[in-house]
């Protein structure tokens, strides 16, 4: 069992405590931001276009001009957002059909829904403020000015869109894109270095008047566990929860999330502690950048595709990754209390894990391919030498094999390369 008493600036504390405490006021879902900047834009926009044609200050300009200027630039803007945005669909489609289904790198990048929500606020100010003139004669040349000022705003929100899919369809930007996120949640999560010579502590017992909680809702991947909401209620029934699922996994019905110690009925204490969708998230899923690249690798080695070098530049950014976990301690799935008692514990991958998911399946799949099979041979031979002493078997034994089979396979070359 750890030593160490729970440390509040853990990432999977420190991220959640706030959001549990203020239980009245809970940070709103990517999903809820989404929607409620458009609702703030268009209310913005409703509000200044009745406000503007008030302003009585500066030169005055023609009223029917104005509002001709008003609707031509505001239905413009939202013709031009339809036209990008179904682009842009398409490139979201390219992506998943080239790299993976599951990268959803560009999906989720802010600058999507946020130009949305600006075109819409201009939209709505342009047509508003256009309505409003009504019957004046003049009105002040600070509207017209105004609505080109907003309107190229948003088309330069839609140019740096349009870059931004652009590169989503570019495979070192995605790669890079993966193994950047992949570092930052690396950094956050492992902070401790690896003690060669000590074990990763056994999971607690499952005592026998343990509560057995199962999942009974629609099948959903369980992305965020709210540990610091967890931390404050075993504390205060005296609770120890250990999870028997961890971020990433897929809930189906019927599925044991957690034993809780002692007895009784917790699930519907638990579950609002447990953030659930449809895809898997980067916020605490370490081993899913290892799955996205080997993915990738795994498609440009099919027999469809036939693209080593793709695979070989998935393998670089694997390599990088996995010697960056190689020094870390993992073993970061424990909170206990002061008295030293766990209190919550979630199951998370080992170093065994990590080097299964990222190698073995793209191993299998480059054996026809020399370029794949020798990078990833490179790949093990690199991590043999970057990796404690006390860490080095699972690699090994993966290294042993991918030389044999290169030997077998490409008697040849193998040895000379």
Known sequence: MPDHPPDPAHPWVRRWRWRWRTASFRRPTRAMRRDLSQLVCAAAGLALGLLGPLITAGPRADADRVAGVLFTLGFGVIGLVSIIYSVLFLVVQFSASAFTPRLSLFRQEPIVWRTFALTIGV????????????????????????AMLLSLLALGLMRTLQMKAFDSIQLGHALTAIATRAHRLYGTLY???????????????????????????????????????????????????????SPGTTLTEGTVIARVTPGGTWDKALRPALVTGVERTFDQDPELPLRLLADIALRALSPAVNDPATAVEALDRIEGLLVRLADRDLDVGRFDDPAGRTRVSLPVPDWDRYVRTAVDDVALA??????????????LRTLLERTPEDRRAPVRERLRRVERTGGRTYPLVWTQT
């Open 123 to 146: 939209f709505v100010f342009c047509i508003t403020s256009g309505l409003a003139i009504g019957s004046r004669k003049t009105v002040s040349v600070l509207v017209p000015g105004a």
């Open 191 to 245: 902070v401790r270095p690896y003690v060669p010579g000590t074990a990763a502590a056994p999971p607690p017992p499952e005592a026998a008047t343990g509560t057995a909680v199962r999942w009974t809702e629609p099948s959903a991947v369980l992305q965020v566990v709210n540990v610091a909401a967890l931390l404050d209620l075993a504390r205060e029934h005296d609770l120890s929860v250990a999870f028997r699922v």
């Open 366 to 379: 480059a054996t026809g391919s020399p370029m794949a099979l020798r990078r990833t041979r490179d790949l």
